[in-house]
């Protein structure tokens, strides 16, 4: 099959899957999204012969609108807009995660600072506010006291882009040093692992330890219903323990890193992806 990788940088994880596909003899059309046009009635040529498209693309209003064009060609792309436009904003994906009745952390949104200093202070401290669109952590304020809410929320207000007046709160979970990554297609999980750190943000970008995890019978459920919440794909789910009630779900993420998961684990996370991408075109295209 010819497979179509959009991308505006080539990370490790990429090139992964780049071998991956290439040594199963699959023709790979690297497509830079900086340099492409998108038509409103036709593709661009380097599109038109994928068989299927693989959004890797690093900024997210790139991959948002690159995945809604690709979909309108009618050319099947991991993943999906429509998974896309959830996953990638967070009030979206706390509301999709709620909605499936999947256990996510208490979260209110508001649109002025006024109301965003009443939310904090009936969550108390600490709390956490997030822009509603980011990764990597940035941007993500652990809140300690009122004072400490008042100069975020009003640096938010006047300096921000757009998006960072809407305000988006959530309460926040005590967590054992560690949260959970499990990467995931479809609802099926890959491979999972700890994330640990002495901060508490636990991402992998900012410097966490990684470990393997066995994913138990209740984590199994959750990852798959969280995946069906934002429309399934190749997606990381992100579990946090929270002791006697089991796991909440804080976040599903469409563009999924998976160096540190291939890493920490004995799971060949790319070939695993690959096996699944082979399942998206006709058997004849894939053969």
Not at 44 to 61: F, I, K, Q
Not at 107 to 123: G, L
Not at 195 to 220: C, I, M, Q, V
Request: with cysteine.
């Amino acid at each position: 099959m010819r497979v179509g990788v959009l991308y505006s940088r080539i990370r490790r994880d990429e090139k992964l899957l780049l071998n991956e596909l290439r040594s199963r003899d699959h023709e790979v059309a690297k497509l830079d999204v900086r340099k492409l046009r998108f038509a409103l009635d036709e593709p661009p040529a380097e599109l038109a012969e994928c068989d299927v498209v693989l959004d890797r693309c690093l900024a997210t209003s790139r991959s948002l609108y690159a995945s809604q064009f690709v979909d309108s060609y009618g050319v099947p792309v991991v993943n999906g807009p429509e998974t896309a436009e959830v996953c990638a904003d967070k009030a979206k994906n706390s509301l999709a995660l709620s909605n499936a009745g999947v256990p996510t952390p208490r979260t209110e949104v508001a649109f002025t600072k006024e109301t965003a200093m009443e939310i904090i202070e009936d969550f108390g401290y600490p709390c956490v506010l997030k822009p509603v669109v980011g990764s990597w952590g940035r941007l993500m304020a652990k809140i300690d006291s009122r004072s400490a809410a008042e100069a975020i929320l009003e640096h938010k207000a006047t300096l921000g882009h757009y998006e960072h007046k809407v305000f988006y709160v959530q309460e926040f979970v005590e967590k054992p040093g560690r949260d959970i990554r499990v990467v995931a297609t479809d609802g099926e999980p890959v491979a999972a692992m700890t994330r640990t750190s002495d901060h508490w943000l636990t991402n992998a970008a900012k410097g966490a330890t990684a470990e393997p995890f066995e994913l138990d019978d209740e984590a199994l459920d959750l990852v798959e219903r969280a995946s069906e919440a934002v429309g399934g794909g190749l997606l990381g789910v992100d579990l946090m323990e929270t002791g006697e009630s089991g796991y909440t779900v804080h976040e599903v993420n469409h563009t999924v890193e998976f160096k540190a998961l291939s890493d920490a684990t004995d799971v060949d996370v790319a070939a695993r992806v690959v096996d699944w991408l082979e399942t998206k075109v006709p058997a004849e295209v894939s053969a």
